[in-house]
């Protein structure tokens, strides 16, 4: 949801910066495939955040097309936050089976 205000001779503005609004997505990741984070991003996203308490360690990258398991690692019980767009998908490998990991998206 975007905060608009209403001038007094009428049209609206946005204010710059964070608006209020977001969304929290359960994304299922495995140990075989880089999975987007989330698989359809926030439209005018601002900020990610990641949170991982899924007992296994994770990884992020900026491509799917990485082989083996490269990347930003997060940790059992850690969360990364990303000040990216809406534009911008990163995706995430489990180091070991299947995993559930918390993506939060500010807008």
């Given at each position: 949801?975007?905060?608009?205000?209403?001038?007094?001779?009428?049209?609206?503005?946005?204010?710059?910066?964070?608006?209020?609004?977001?969304?929290?997505?359960?994304?299922?990741?495995?140990?075989t495939?880089?999975?987007?984070?989330?698989?359809?991003?926030?439209?005018?996203r601002n900020a990610?955040?990641?949170?991982?308490?899924?007992?296994?360690?994770?990884?992020v990258n900026?491509?799917?097309?990485?082989?083996?398991?490269?990347?930003?690692v997060?940790?059992?019980?850690?969360?990364?936050?990303?000040?990216?767009?809406d534009?911008?998908?990163?995706?995430?490998k489990?180091?070991?089976?299947?995993?559930?990991?918390?993506?939060?998206?500010?807008?």
């Amino acid at each position: 949801m975007s905060v608009l205000v209403n001038l007094p001779g009428g049209g609206t503005i946005r204010p710059a910066g964070l608006n209020i609004g977001g969304r929290v997505t359960e994304v299922t990741l495995n140990d075989t495939t880089w999975v987007a984070l989330p698989s359809t991003p926030l439209a005018q996203r601002n900020a990610l955040a990641i949170q991982n308490v899924s007992g296994v360690e994770m990884k992020v990258n900026y491509s799917s097309g990485i082989a083996g398991y490269e990347g930003i690692v997060i940790a059992d019980g850690n969360e990364r936050s990303y000040q990216i767009s809406d534009t911008i998908i990163v995706y995430g490998k489990s180091a070991l089976g299947s995993i559930t990991v918390n993506v939060e998206e500010l807008a």
